[in-house]
């Protein structure tokens, strides 16, 4: 596709599950970043990815949560054993590279609820 | 800790207005700053970015300015259209990569 991808759209599961969230960036982007936005708050730094290795993972907020990209491609974004404060719009960003003045192009995103 | 602050959560103009968006930073190792627009259920897109060796950027109806010793950035759009209506968010980057950190947004309705 022309534009980055995200899936599902919305998901809602209990808590205590655990979820997977797709990103698929646009084609030959090198760099990869995930956000999030919970209600009322800006968008939160997640984690970067330039081709499969993820040389920033600050911002991930527990163990529960991990990342991976394959094929310097597709990103997942999985968080175990989901609470309710995970609740949020999870959205995936990919540029062409990691200088910062490379415009970085966002996916519609993944709305969250944990019930 | 808001280190980027959009304190206006909300503000309408008419159309044909001035709309004037503000935001202030804390962290003054923030050395670039862009604005981000969003419609509802879509992705925020880019809309334009200053360094902070300049104080003013300027594309089409889209004007940033920079206030270093103030740390306070602005984006004016003039004239404001319907079309503009979304939520802008305000980004500082002190990285030497795409790693921004976004302030909560201002709602910019333009009635017609």
């Known amino acids: 596709g022309a534009g980055v991808s995200q899936s599902p759209s919305n998901k809602v599961t209990e808590k205590g599950k655990d979820v997977e969230l797709r990103c698929d960036p646009i084609?030959?982007?090198?760099?990869l970043y995930w956000y999030r936005q919970s209600l009322g708050q800006g968008l939160e730094f997640l984690i970067y990815?330039?081709?499969?290795?993820?040389?920033?993972k600050s911002g991930l907020p527990s163990d529960r949560f991990s990342a991976e990209r394959t094929g310097g491609s597709v990103s997942t974004l999985t968080i175990q054993r989901t609470q309710q404060e995970d609740s949020a719009v999870y959205l995936c960003a990919s540029s062409q590279s990691q200088a910062r003045n490379t415009e970085a192009f966002f996916g519609q995103g993944t709305r969250l609820t944990v019930v | 800790d808001q280190q980027v602050k959009q304190n206006s959560p909300s503000l309408s103009v008419q159309e044909g207005r001035i709309s004037i968006l503000n935001c202030d930073y804390t962290n003054s190792m923030f050395d670039y700053f862009l604005w981000y627009k969003k419609y509802p259920a879509e992705g925020p897109t880019f809309l334009i970015s200053?360094?902070?060796?300049?104080d003013k950027n300027e594309d089409g109806r889209f004007t940033v300015f920079l206030n270093k010793s103030a740390k306070h950035l602005s984006l004016h759009i003039v004239p404001s259209q319907p079309g503009d209506s979304a939520v802008y968010f305000c980004a500082a980057s002190s990285g030497g990569y795409q790693k921004v950190t976004f302030g909560t947004g201002t709602k910019l309705q333009v009635i017609p």
């Open positions: 084609s030959g982007h090198t760099a």
């Open positions: 990815f330039q081709g499969n290795s993820a040389p920033d």
């Open positions: 200053i360094s902070s060796i300049k």
